[in-house]
């Protein structure tokens, strides 16, 4: 929470970069869903923009923005409670991105674990809107003044990085005109991990489809993920402490776990000592319970786009209401001349 006197405001966004997967929803969405009903204005946002920073195909992102917006109103994001945007239709978040890469340097973005792992060795070769993508995102949540983020702990560090950008902003200038926002990482599965290998994050990019369990996979492709699933021989602990060394394990016992509104060690306390051939069952068969009716309402919101345009078009309107005159002010702090009737 900011320290400062900010209205308490939520923003959090995902890219609409390909399918939404299990640890998007366990990480962001369901958290987005939880904010929904605290009596605080919420924003959630499909950042296009942010897409874009690696290629993708015309046609693929403009499906993917309707289909992500389809799985927030699936997952339980009511329009009417929550501004739902997709980032290039609020003009001010690229806008205001601009003064911040003038606010930030080069040495902040270029400590990025993201930008090395994303640009990997051929970091020449990368747009320009990679490295600049922290930026972006400090202005995404700072154009509303946002003063909590709900994020997987993967976004950590780009949110210190928001919080670094609002305080030199602040100093130059001399004003208090920037929050400075916490992130908000909590619950039992804020870095859900890969599938095949406990070692790396579950990822829209990850080359094997078997290493992720996608928003629109159908029952039998979940059950079939999660039977092939990376384990070990052991049987379940009974506390957590033995789920160390074991990333796989703990892996699946935190999932259980988050889909089921659990502690690890409420759900230890049941399924300790069970196999995995016993436990992988009881998680296949909660995975779709949960997950089933968010996919299958996706792809009745799916049915008709034009629904989807209309309610990314009103969020946007919504969203300019706020993010205009905070553009406005900061361009007036920076000393840019305002427009006047002629
Ligand atoms: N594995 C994860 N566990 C928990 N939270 C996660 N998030 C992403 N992966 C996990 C959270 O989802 C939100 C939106 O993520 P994003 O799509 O904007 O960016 P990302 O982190 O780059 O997602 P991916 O799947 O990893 O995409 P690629 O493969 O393109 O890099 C964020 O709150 C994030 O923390």
């Known amino acids: 929470m900011s320290d400062t006197a900010f209205t308490p405001r939520v923003f959090s966004g995902i890219q609409p970069s390909g399918n939404l997967h299990l640890g998007n929803y366990l990480g962001a969405l369901?958290?987005?869903?939880?904010?929904?009903?605290k009596g605080v204005e919420t924003v959630y946002c499909m950042v296009d923009l942010h897409a874009i920073t690696v290629w993708q195909n015309p046609a693929d992102l403009r499906h993917s923005t309707r289909e992500l917006c389809a799985g927030f109103i699936a997952a339980g994001l009511d329009p009417e409670k929550s501004i739902l945007i997709n980032q290039s239709q609020v003009p001010e978040h690229a806008q205001l991105a601009w003064i911040f890469n003038c606010v930030a340097r080069m040495g902040w973005m270029?400590?990025?674990?993201?930008?090395?792992?994303?640009?990997?060795?051929?970091?020449?070769?990368?747009?320009?809107g990679l490295f600049a993508y922290p930026a972006l995102m400090a202005a995404d949540i700072l154009v509303y003044h946002a003063t909590h983020v709900p994020v997987g702990e993967d976004q950590k560090q780009h949110l210190e990085l928001t919080r670094d950008i609002a305080i030199k902003f602040n100093n130059d200038f001399g004003v208090d005109f920037f929050p400075v926002t916490e992130p908000v990482i909590e619950g039992a599965a804020t870095r859900v991990m890969s599938l095949r290998d406990g070692s790396k994050k579950m990822s829209k990019s990850d080359v094997s489809d078997m290493s992720r369990i996608n928003m629109t996979?159908?029952?039998?492709?979940?059950?079939?993920?999660?039977?092939?699933?990376?384990?070990?021989?052991?049987?379940?602990?009974s506390e957590a402490e033995g789920l160390e060394e074991r990333?796989?394990?703990?892996?699946?016992?935190?999932?259980?776990?988050?889909?089921?509104?659990?502690?690890?060690?409420?759900?230890?306390?049941?399924?300790?000592?069970?196999q995995f051939s016993e436990f992988k069952p009881m998680l296949a068969e909660l995975a779709v319970e949960k997950l089933a009716p968010i996919s299958s309402e996706m792809a009745?919101?799916?049915?008709?786009?034009?629904?989807?345009?209309?309610i990314l078009s009103r969020g946007a309107q919504r969203a300019r209401e706020v993010t205009a005159p905070v553009l406005r002010k900061t361009y007036d702090i920076v000393g840019m001349v305002p427009p006047v009737e002629t």
């Open 217 to 237: 996979d159908d029952a039998d492709t979940i059950a079939k993920k999660i039977r092939k699933a990376k384990t070990d021989p052991e049987a379940l602990p």
């Open 110 to 128: 270029q400590r990025m674990t993201q930008w090395k792992d994303k640009a990997g060795k051929n970091q020449q070769n990368a747009s320009l």
């Open 300 to 310: 009745r919101l799916m049915n008709d786009t034009s629904e989807i345009d209309k």
């Open 247 to 274: 990333p796989e394990a703990r892996n699946l016992v935190e999932i259980y776990a988050a889909l089921n509104e659990q502690s690890v060690d409420q759900v230890l306390a049941d399924v300790g000592g069970k």
């Open 30 to 37: 369901k958290r987005f869903v939880d904010w929904q009903g």
